[in-house]
């Protein structure tokens, strides 16, 4: 398995990728009524990406901690990222519901800065050394 030495780049942008998932979550979370009536999205998956997003930003400050993490680990990250904003962009269009004006924004908002983060994680783990593995120092 490839292995990534974490540099200051990619730590940061994992916390930053962090911060923000959990002040998204909590505010979901927090006033699911409230954040529905500005966005015009249902208050039940207000809440269910609010909890969902509780874990993801407790894995990214995890991943952010380590010395070494696994090249799949980031990728993975920067994939579910891309994911999310594909998500976003649709959602702003109204394809899964009928958001209304600030919905749009907040979505199309969402969507810019998830591409953002994910970008620069995936920068980040492109320029990572590659950590030797304990096979092929063993093996010398």
């Known amino acids: 398995m490839s292995r990534l030495i974490m540099t200051p780049f990619l ?3 994992l916390r ?5 998932s959990g002040l998204t979550a909590v505010m ?13 999205l249902p208050p039940g998956l207000m809440t269910a ?12 400050a995890w991943l952010s901690s380590r010395t070494v993490v696994a090249n799949a680990a980031i990728g993975a990250v920067v994939a579910l990222n891309f994911c999310w904003m594909v ?10 519901n009928v958001p209304q ?16 983060i994910a970008e620069l994680e995936w920068m ?4 990572a ?9 063993l093996a010398s």
């Open 11 to 13: 730590r940061n942008v």
């Open 101 to 116: 004006g600030l919905g749009v924004g907040l979505l199309a908002v969402q969507a810019l800065g998830t591409f953002v």
């Open 28 to 40: 979901m979370v927090a006033d699911a009524e409230l954040m529905a009536a500005w966005t015009g």
């Open 16 to 20: 930053v990728d962090a911060v923000l």
């Open 49 to 60: 990406i609010g909890v969902a997003l509780l874990p993801w930003a407790a894995l990214l």
């Open 124 to 127: 980040g783990m492109k320029r």
């Open 87 to 96: 998500d976003c962009a649709l959602a702003a269009f109204g394809t899964f």
């Open 129 to 137: 050394p590659r950590a030797a593995s304990l096979r092929g120092a």
